[in-house]
């Protein structure tokens, strides 16, 4: 099997299950298994920099891919989802930590600094061919289909489905865990803000979905003591 730092990263490479329209899995070529340790080193790399967000990113990548699964898209389409969400936050590295770990409110300044994150993850990854929407999903993960999002305050379907997946899986990730400026509000919390935001900051069907998984389904976040 091939192994990673926090052990998720390549599982997904390891099934026999054609995908469909996309890469196949029924053997790890060279090429593929490169792509997966490349993805690897990446996760590796946020993970020595900001623990938070390395394990934010493993939840985020989690969750986002149970819902792709609830919602019936393709192998490819749910592989895909998971790798973008393995890599979401990972245009933080250009914003100092000083900022991401502050415990106080930020200035407009400073949020504008953690606003460029989508942009740099979508610009760290642009040249590389992933088979998936990758870069695009990371650049519209904080897109809104009422428009609010950014950076391109794009509307609607505008908003492509990997990144609608994943704006709502980040956001229950974010509101479960414990940060340095509030402590957790819990699975519940997060689930009413989805529900509260369902047609205007998130996905109808995307909502539904991700309260099946928790409510029904007894879907946990990874690496989180969060309960309903
Ligand atoms: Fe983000």
Not at 105 to 132: A, C, M, R, Y
Request: proline fraction near 4%; hydrophobic fraction near 40%; aromatic fraction near 6%.
């Amino acid at each position: 099997m091939n192994t990673t730092a926090n052990g998720t990263v390549l599982a997904g490479a390891e099934k026999e299950q054609p995908h469909r329209g996309g890469m196949t899995r029924s053997s790890v070529t060279p090429n593929n298994r490169f792509l997966y340790q490349t993805i690897s080193a990446f996760a590796t790399l946020v993970q020595y920099r900001d623990a938070y967000t390395s394990g934010h990113q493993q939840n985020v990548s989690d969750l986002a891919r149970s819902i792709a699964t609830e919602l019936g898209l393709s192998r490819n389409q749910i592989e895909g989802v998971r790798i973008a969400g393995t890599l979401h936050d990972i245009g933080k590295i250009a914003v100092p930590m000083a900022i991401l770990a502050k415990a106080g409110q930020l200035s407009g300044e400073e949020f504008n600094l953690i606003k460029t994150h989508s942009q740099v993850g979508h610009d760290i990854l642009k040249g590389v061919d992933f088979p998936w929407p990758v870069a695009e999903a990371i650049l519209q993960h904080h897109e809104r289909p009422d428009g609010s999002g950014y950076p391109r305050a794009l509307e609607g379907e505008a908003v492509i489905l990997e990144a609608r997946i994943l704006g709502a899986a980040d956001t229950v990730d974010a509101m479960a865990s414990h940060r340095p400026y509030r402590p957790a509000k819990g699975i519940k919390h997060a689930l009413r803000e989805l529900d509260v935001g369902a047609g205007l900051h998130y996905d109808h069907a995307v909502v539904k979905a991700c309260r099946y998984l928790f409510m029904e389904k007894g879907y946990k976040l990874l690496n989180s003591n969060a309960t309903i």
